[in-house]
């Protein structure tokens, strides 16, 4: 990747997410789609992101709802940990702008399954550098939780 991009990449992940980091090299994994047939690409942080997200999700309820039995949790987490909701965030936030993606459909800006992954993927980056808690503020701050 160029130092242009790269430069782009933290200034974007600075105005965003109020991240600063010297290890880039994760974030343009998390911003690397799988149909570029590179390796590594956003496929295996978009796994961890996706745990990280439903942990920090499952987690806020368990705490803010000491009342809620395990069916009724699993009934609220469910509502907000899905696919849309984590699209329409993306989206809004134009992450798909900062990927690497090769051949891009038309619809690649609203894409739900290309905006969702790399969502998730930026999850997983942010876990990996900065740690559960950055990862909870950022999640609070784009109101997941």
């Known amino acids: 990747m160029n130092d242009t991009w790269k430069k ?4 974007f992940l600075n105005t965003t997410f109020s991240i600063g980091t010297e290890k880039i090299e ?3 994994e998390a911003l ?7 390796f590594p690409n956003n496929q295996r942080l978009a796994f961890l992101g996706d745990a990280v997200l439903e942990l920090i999700i499952r987690d806020h309820y368990f705490r803010e709802h000491p009342s ?19 699209a329409k965030i993306a989206i809004k936030l134009e992450i798909v702008n900062c990927m690497h993606i090769e051949n891009p459909p038309p619809d690649f800006k ?6 969702e992954e790399v969502f998730e993927a930026l999850f997983g980056a942010i876990y990996l ?13 784009l109101r997941i939780i």
């Open 129 to 141: 550098d900065q740690g559960l808690d950055k990862a909870r503020d950022v999640a609070q701050e």
């Open 68 to 86: 809620l039995d395990r069916g009724l949790l699993s009934n609220e987490c469910d509502i907000f940990v899905n696919r849309k909701k984590i």
């Open 110 to 115: 609203t894409n739900t399954k290309i905006n």
């Open 26 to 28: 994760l974030y343009i």
């Open 32 to 38: 690397t789609h799988s149909g570029n047939n590179v």
């Open 8 to 11: 782009e990449l933290k200034e």
